[in-house]
């Protein structure tokens, strides 16, 4: 019995399935799903925000009402994120991406090494990048010959004689896996996260960590702000020809508005993290991600024989839920059924092919429901 009775199958293999709002559930890996109270939200600053009779968008950074809004941002970010004072936080532009440089740029000295843990496509991306600007990179563990199914044993990872940094990727977007708890480092050596598949989507143990970066566009709001949070001795370990617009420590001096910032994007981040504190802040986030995830882990281990899980269980994201079908043409028929029936977006990254469930925090609990119980019709129907 479908737990979507009022959902009529009409015509259609499968019933169809709709957010409260009427609009379909968006499984789009990022930019990705906005919870619908947000998006109202959105709607009305776009046209007059807090009562200055224009919008959002049209506000200058240095004007007051941005100002009080900035200031409410990073407030906010450090409340529901319990960042300690000992972090700073940084918006910045150009994407987790560009991080892969300005890391290295700001984080080694002459002569150092970092060491990285490769466990995805994108840390393969940063590994490459920061090799391409030059610095010595020691790859402590690579996913590559596991086809990245899997995360390393802590006694498999072999770090350098003394790294500057150990570089990780707290949740691997395009193969699905993700890390349960943080890896064993050298004593005293800082640890870098990648997490912009997974920021804010449980609690964060900060005592492990020198410096985390996200863009926001999955769990904290949408495309063009990259948040950072970096412990302050950290930034000082920058030399003085490094760019200035590309120095960790001209964004905290600047309020990280040197220049025009993403100022829309900082906006959306402060409502989502509005949204995260009336829902139980980290923890609650915590707890709504692993008993989404619950519902269509499920229906792939209980149709184990049609489908095939990407992850190994013990390494499974709660983010992306990443399995393949016994055929590609099964695929493609798999995504334009879901997508009739109002699930869509769940193409897989070009690099994998196959399926991908993309559920960061503000994609509801329903979706998944409606996922799971599509996954099972589909199987018995084609299985
Ligand atoms: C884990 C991870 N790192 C880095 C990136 C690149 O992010 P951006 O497109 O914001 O540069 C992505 C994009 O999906 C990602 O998932």
């Not at 050596?189 to 609690?203: E, G, K, L, N």
């Not at 959306?268 to 989404?292: D, F, P, S």
Request: aromatic letters at 10%; a positive charge.
């Amino acid at each position: 019995m479908s737990i979507f009775a009022s959902n009529s199958m009409g015509s259609a293999a499968f019933p169809s399935y709709r957010t409260a709002g009427g609009r379909v559930f968006n499984f789009n890996a990022g930019p990705s799903i906005l919870p619908e109270e947000v998006i109202k939200q959105i709607q009305g600053d776009i046209w007059n925000f807090d009562g200055t009779g224009f919008g959002i968008l049209e506000h200058s950074h240095r004007a007051k009402p941005f100002d009080k809004l900035l200031h409410d941002t990073f407030a906010l970010v450090r409340e529901v994120g319990q960042v300690p004072a000992e972090f700073e936080i940084l918006f910045m532009t150009g994407g987790s991406s560009s991080q892969n440089y300005i890391v290295p740029l700001n984080l080694l000295r002459p002569g150092d090494t970092a060491d990285y843990i490769d466990t995805d496509f994108w840390s393969t991306r940063s590994i490459e990048d920061a090799k391409q600007a030059g610095h010595s990179v020691h790859v402590a563990w690579t996913g590559k010959p596991h086809e990245f199914r899997r995360l390393p044993a802590a006694d498999e990872v072999k770090f350098s004689a003394k790294p500057a940094y150990v570089h990780i990727t707290s949740n691997n977007t395009i193969y699905g896996t993700q890390q349960k708890t943080e890896p064993a480092v050298p004593a005293g050596v800082p640890v870098v996260c990648d997490a912009c598949s997974d920021i804010f989507s449980r609690p964060i143990d900060w005592a492990k960590y020198g410096l985390i970066y996200a863009s926001a566009q999955k769990n904290l709001g949408t495309t063009g702000a990259t948040i950072v949070f970096i412990r302050k001795e950290l930034a000082e370990r920058c030399g003085p020809t490094v760019p200035r617009m590309l120095q960790y420590r001209t964004m905290i001096k600047e309020e990280s508005r040197p220049n025009t910032p993403p100022h829309f994007a900082m906006y959306t981040v402060k409502l989502m993290a509005q949204w995260i504190k009336a829902n139980g802040g980290l923890e609650g986030m915590r707890k709504h991600n692993e008993a989404k995830a619950k519902h269509i882990y499920s229906a792939l281990d209980d149709c184990a024989g049609f489908y095939k899980p990407h992850a190994a269980k013990a390494d499974r994201s709660l983010m992306n839920i990443c399995f393949r079908l016994p055929t590609e043409a099964l695929e493609e028929t798999f995504l334009a059924e879901a997508a009739k029936s109002g699930l869509d977006g769940m193409r897989g990254h070009r690099a994998t092919g196959g399926i991908r469930a993309s559920i960061y925090n503000a994609f509801p609990e329903v979706g998944c429901q409606a996922l799971g119980e599509f996954m099972r019709a589909f199987a018995k129907k084609f299985g």
